[in-house]
């Protein structure tokens, strides 16, 4: 089982960037599909982007679309989260995840390995 850290998270101002990024622990991670989640305070944890096993096919979530880039570096075992132009309804703790699958899910349920989490906080 593929395990995740996550980094780069912290506190910006609206308008502001920050960039996320998961590593990956194994040698198959170029099998996996890798999602980015998260969840602000007493709510549910929802669907950010994601990105297939080749990097071709990605989703990302209406609320986010055109200012989040998903990506990934297969060789550095690596898969991030470019968020440019953050807005304080972005504020969450985001959480990186990965199933090993040829599809590309948008279910939390559907991922089976998640990474601890990491906090971002965007001030108005």
């Known amino acids: 089982q593929v395990q995740l850290v996550e980094s780069g998270g912290g506190l910006v101002q609206a308008g502001g960037s920050l960039r996320l990024s998961c590593l990956a622990s194994g040698r198959t991670f170029s099998r996996y599909a890798m999602g980015w989640f998260r969840q602000a305070p007493g709510k549910e944890r929802d669907f950010v982007a994601a990105?297939?096993?080749?990097?071709?096919?990605?989703y990302y979530a209406d609320s986010v679309k055109g200012r989040f880039t998903i990506s990934r570096d297969n060789a550095k075992n690596t898969v991030y989260l470019q968020m440019n132009s953050l807005k304080p309804e972005d504020t969450a703790v985001y959480y990186c995840?990965?199933?090993?699958?040829?599809?590309?899910?948008?279910?939390?349920?559907?991922?089976?390995?998640w990474g601890q989490g990491t906090q971002v906080t965007v001030s108005a």
């Open positions: 990105i297939s096993w080749s990097g071709v096919i990605r």
């Open positions: 995840a990965a199933v090993e699958t040829w599809d590309l899910p948008r279910k939390a349920n559907s991922y089976s390995a």
